[in-house]
């Protein structure tokens, strides 16, 4: 079965440098999240997108902004980097917003800023 | 947003059942709890999700008890490709999912 793709897998970047990462859900899944997990410590939500509508919003620095686009895939674009956006970035779908939807995980993004 | 509890840590050894329980004292009516595995370095994976009573799948058995203010997770026989964190996660509608600490389970030969 198809799952989630992000892209990519790992990302090296300096400080203040900007990165995007990509997220493609599972087919007809119209609903992604973004996570982030450091070293050591339990995902973090980030933020969600429902039908390309922003549908919350988590502990995500005003450093960064995501969109989800029209078909379906999401990016979370980050600016400023600092040694401490050093991570992995999970993305997640769903299929509608209920609350019996299971979110499926992608394998993550680890982003290390140097 | 109900909050969880889980233990940190459990050890367990080979062909044992694991029973791992979470609290959710603050469960709404309308919640459901879901439970991820999640291995270093890779995504959550789902295991089961439950509302109410029992529920069984191939990999593991949820029990819900009637006032749902908790849940146990129960994992039959493990094996050490089972050492992993678990997580209790209970969906408040809306989209911010929180994860609490989860557990984290060694299994040993």
């Known amino acids: 079965a198809a799952g989630v793709i992000q892209s990519p897998r790992h990302l090296i970047k300096e400080k203040r440098e900007t990165a995007t990462l990509k997220c493609y859900p599972i087919?007809?899944?119209?609903?992604v999240y973004w996570y982030q997990q450091g070293p050591g410590q339990d995902p973090q939500f980030l933020i969600s997108?429902?039908?390309?509508?922003?549908?919350d919003k988590g502990s995500i620095p005003d450093r960064f902004s995501a969109q989800q686009f029209s078909d379906y895939h999401s990016e979370l674009n980050m600016s400023s980097l600092e040694l401490g956006d050093s991570a992995l970035y999970f993305c997640?779908?769903?299929?509608?917003?209920?609350?019996?939807?299971?979110?499926?995980f992608g394998p993550g993004t680890r982003l290390l800023v140097l | 947003l109900a909050k969880t509890t889980q233990p940190i840590s459990m050890d367990s050894y080979e062909g044992q059942e694991v029973n791992i329980t979470c609290s959710h004292n603050n469960i709404a009516t309308n919640d459901y709890i879901t439970w991820y595995q999640q291995f270093p370095s890779q995504g959550p994976r789902f295991i089961i999700q439950g509302y109410k009573t029992k529920v069984t799948n191939e990999v593991a058995s949820l029990f819900i008890p009637a006032d749902r203010k908790s849940s146990t997770l129960s994992l039959p026989r493990v094996s050490l490709s089972d050492t992993a964190v678990y997580y209790c996660l209970v969906r408040t509608g809306g989209f911010k999912t929180i994860f609490g600490a989860g557990t984290r389970l060694f299994v040993k030969a």
């Open positions: 997108f429902y039908e390309k509508m922003q549908s």
């Open positions: 997640a779908s769903s299929m509608g917003q209920g609350r019996e939807e299971t979110q499926y």
């Open positions: 087919p007809r899944h119209d609903t």
